[in-house]
């Protein structure tokens, strides 16, 4: 997700690359809503940012603000209706908005919508935002958002464009990142990785802070702190883990350099006897050179990647992603053959991925494989965002540790405790770690934890 204001640019090309910088944060659909000071226009559709955006499609999209959205459902189905940003009509104007996260009383403000006649088109918690959005009384549309803001609880960060600017928002717990660069050219852009506000260009970055609203006009940023940050701050541990790409920052910390601390970390809790580490490519590259650098083992290559294939996880259905491991991994065996070895991953979820990476090891002529892993069981839903399963489709919240390592076919298998990855992490507290722990930073509705399929039936 993000937001570009230049100074009378092209926004939307500039959102388009910011966008393909942030592909890998959904790949079910893209979006890109620009205004020229008068219109709003909007192109989205299904797919990756490259198939949704044909030469030629931004031409139209004149205008020096933009804003741009890559989708991977959590909640909402896959469908058509609830790709963003959305445009609604208001009393004050055209507006646009999309949004990152996962708003836990979604379902109860929805009811609240439909109770006082609104039409809702989508079943995405996103639409319910932009339409309390467009009701609520203000004089200008950070007015409207600060006091919108207290009625959404869980995670959200948002960006919202009006004829005449751009005003974005971060959840008062921090969940998931949101930062603000300048653009050389004057202007500025706000992003959900800081890798996305490199790729255009900028400086002077910083993180939205949690409560934190920021108006991007006329090139200038004005900043209000909406909502006091929460006391018990709770930003994404799985963002160092898996999700964001090496090269965001996120709470001050280089992602790479958190995941080699945490491979570091891994080996010294989980030691190995073994000839070779190797990395599941890609987010477990950094993580692997730290365990490496540890134990003494030397780091290589084992898996070869098709990049094109797309994150299997992603995927929506069970079916499509097993077909996506065999699919997207070929071994080295030159680097395997006779050898023991540790294979490196940065998580364990379903458990569909390991199992056949175990397999395909085995079959390149490994004498004995153990893998390790840089966070600690996921055993609990994400209902921040992080498309996880629900509990019936974890493989941690059915089976104990030898369990997995017997269903995945490993030698051994070891997980970084909670401890060991916030030591890693360098941090004591200000994150949320409930996907491992169960210890949710707010109350979650109940049928919130059935399974997600669940939403599918609440809206067409
Ligand atoms: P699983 O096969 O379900 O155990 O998923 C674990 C694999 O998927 C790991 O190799 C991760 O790199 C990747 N992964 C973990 N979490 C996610 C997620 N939320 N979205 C996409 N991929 C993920």
């Known amino acids: 997700m993000l937001a570009v204001a230049t100074q009378g640019g092209d926004a939307a ?9 942030l592909q890998h944060r959904g790949q079910e659909a893209a979006g890109i809503a620009v205004s020229d000071g008068r219109a709003v226009r909007v192109h989205k559709d299904q797919g990756l940012v490259s198939q949704v955006f044909k030469p030629g499609t931004l031409d139209p999209l004149e205008g020096s603000l933009a804003i741009g959205h890559t989708r991977y459902s959590t909640t909402g189905s896959n469908s058509e209706r609830n790709v963003q940003p959305y445009v609604v009509e208001t009393m004050h104007g055209p507006l646009a908005l999309a949004h990152n996260g996962n708003l836990t009383n979604a379902d109860r403000l929805r009811q609240k919508l439909l109770e006082r006649g609104a039409g809702l088109q989508s079943s995405s918690d996103s639409e319910v935002l932009a339409l309390m ?50 653009l050389p050219t004057g202007g500025y852009v706000a992003a959900s990785e800081t890798g996305a506000l490199q790729t255009v260009g900028c400086s002077d970055v910083r993180e939205v802070k949690p409560g ?38 996120w709470d001050g910390l280089s992602v790479h350099q958190a995941r080699q601390n945490l491979g570091e970390e891994l080996a010294r809790e989980h030691p190995a006897e073994a000839d070779v580490v190797i990395p599941v490519p890609d ?16 780091y290589n290559e084992g898996f ?39 294979v490196v991953d940065d998580s364990i979820v379903r458990g569909t991925t390991s199992g056949p990476l175990v397999r395909l090891i085995r079959e390149a002529g490994a004498t004995e494989v153990h893998v390790r892993v840089t966070c600690p069981p ?43 990855m ?32 669940r939403f599918d039936g609440v809206i067409g």
């Open 13 to 21: 090309r500039l959102a388009f690359f910011g966008l393909y910088a």
């Open 133 to 182: 959005l467009a009701a609520t009384e203000g004089d200008s549309w950070e007015d409207r958002l600060a006091r919108t803001m207290p009625e959404w609880e869980g995670a959200y960060c948002v960006v919202v464009l009006s004829g005449t600017k751009i005003v974005v928002a971060r959840d008062p717990w921090g969940f998931r990142p949101l930062s603000v660069g300048k």
């Open 212 to 249: 934190e609203i920021v108006v991007l006009q006329s090139g200038i940023a004005r900043s209000y702190q909406a909502l006091e940050p929460k006391t018990n701050q709770a930003r994404c541990t799985f963002e160092h883990i898996y999700f964001s790409r090496p090269d965001a920052t």
């Open 422 to 453: 916030m030591k890693a992490l360098g941090r004591d507290d200000g994150y949320c770690n409930a996907c491992f722990t169960g210890d949710y930073p707010m109350p979650i509705q109940l049928s919130l934890t059935t399974s997600k399929k």
């Open 304 to 342: 070869v990647k098709n990049r094109y294939i797309g994150r299997t996880f992603i995927e929506p259905t069970d079916e499509l992603r097993r077909q996506g491991v065999a699919l997207k991994f070929n071994t080295l065996p030159a680097n395997i053959e006779g050898r023991r070895v540790v």
């Open 378 to 420: 996921i055993a609990h839903p994400c209902f921040f965002g992080v498309d996880m399963g629900s509990y019936d489709e974890l493989i941690a919240h059915q089976l104990g540790v030898p369990e997995i390592c017997d269903h995945i076919g490993a030698d051994s298998l070891g997980f970084l405790s909670v401890g060991r």
């Open 283 to 298: 987010s477990s590259m950094p993580a692997a050179i730290g365990f490496a650098n540890v134990s003494g083992i030397p």
